[in-house]
């Protein structure tokens, strides 16, 4: 049951941190050749990293064992980690982030004049 549950945990971990860490390169890259300077800095990079980190291993610490996990068949020695399923939710995750961190790099100030002109015609 334990071995079941340090499976899934690790499973779990590689999933978030897969997903973090491919958005944070593409978003530094990209921005980096767009923007000509990073939106992330290597300070604020390595808070990401240790904010993420940190979330990531309390999860995988703090899920105790269930009876439920006995009841489905073992995983095999040779099935690998990260399942297609698993490479599914990573690569939806990460264009999901990505797309909502790319609105609000390249269109956020847009948006933003947008809304508080809107509230000034309404008069507050």
């Known amino acids: 049951m334990w071995g079941r549950n340090v499976y899934d945990s690790i499973s779990k971990f590689l999933q978030f941190q897969l ?3 491919i958005v944070a390169v593409i978003v530094a890259f ?10 992330l800095k290597a300070v ?10 940190t979330f990531a291993s309390l999860a995988l610490a703090t899920e105790p064992p269930t009876e439920a996990l ?8 040779n099935k690998p980690l990260i399942s297609r399923t698993m490479m599914k939710n990573i690569l939806g995750h990460a264009v999901y982030q990505l ?8 269109v956020g100030e847009e948006l933003g ?12």
Not at 70 to 77: Q, T
Not at 100 to 106: G, S
Not at 118 to 123: K, M, S
């Open 70 to 77: 006995l009841l489905r068949k073992p995983y095999g020695r």
């Open 113 to 124: 004049q947008a809304r508080c002109s809107a509230r000034q015609q309404l008069g507050r």
């Open 44 to 53: 604020q990079m390595l808070w990401v990293n240790l904010i993420m980190d």
């Open 30 to 39: 990209t921005g980096a050749c767009i923007t000509q300077d990073s939106p």
């Open 99 to 106: 797309t909502l961190i790319f609105t609000l790099l390249f």
């Open 19 to 21: 997903t973090v860490n």
